[in-house]
């Protein structure tokens, strides 16, 4: 009987894998009776891992959004990572490579770095430095000729921060390429203000 419950159990699983990834409502559940038992260590061990799958799941889904790799340009798998240890907020990056030439695209959202951002955008008179359209909205462009390298700034809403750098380019136009594949209007959507 008990085999039986457990091959139907994983059979659903098979079927139907939302239910094997929801683990959220539980982990809220096992925090809520843990607290309402004056256990706080579980509880808050239950809402660091309920947490870290909700940012695992947006994560997975800004992901999407992000530029694709220039032509012939080599993409490294997406990484996300919580950035609680910097004041909030949720990062999803990915680098691309060409040769010598590096890429680090990175998408932050909710964390005091959006305001840092804005307020560098706002003062775009900075040596090297030039205002761009990307999809319609202000960013800035910072190159070094000298040094082959930049980076490309856009803050599309309050809780978001677009940003490529790039290490050893042949110029600037590389940046200004890759920011323009970045899907705004999913990032929006996904992403209300």
């Not at 700034?153 to 590389?174: F, H, K, M, T, Y």
Request: net charge neutral.
């Amino acid at each position: 009987m008990r085999r039986a419950a457990l091959l139907l159990g994983l059979a659903a699983l098979w079927v139907c894998p939302a239910l094997a990834a929801d683990t959220v409502p539980v982990r809220l559940d096992a925090a809520r009776a843990a607290h309402a038992k004056g256990d706080l260590a579980r509880a808050a061990i239950e809402l660091e891992a309920a947490v870290a799958e909700l940012q695992s799941r947006l994560g997975k889904m800004l992901g999407d959004f992000l530029p694709p790799p220039p032509t012939g340009w080599q993409a490294e798998p997406v990484e996300i990572q919580s950035l609680s240890g910097s004041g909030g907020g949720l990062a999803v990056t990915r680098a691309y490579a060409r040769d010598d030439n590096t890429l680090n695209v990175s998408l932050i959202i909710d964390s005091p770095a959006v305001a840092a951002a804005a307020a560098q955008l706002a003062n775009s008179a900075q040596p090297n430095t030039r205002k761009v359209k990307v999809g319609g909205e202000d960013a800035v462009l910072r190159w070094d000729s000298q040094g082959r390298n930049g980076e490309v700034l856009l803050v599309p809403g309050p809780r978001i921060l677009l940003q490529i750098e790039g290490d050893n380019l042949g110029s600037a136009d590389v940046l200004s390429e890759a920011a323009k594949g970045w899907n705004l209007a999913g990032i929006k959507k996904a992403l209300p203000q």
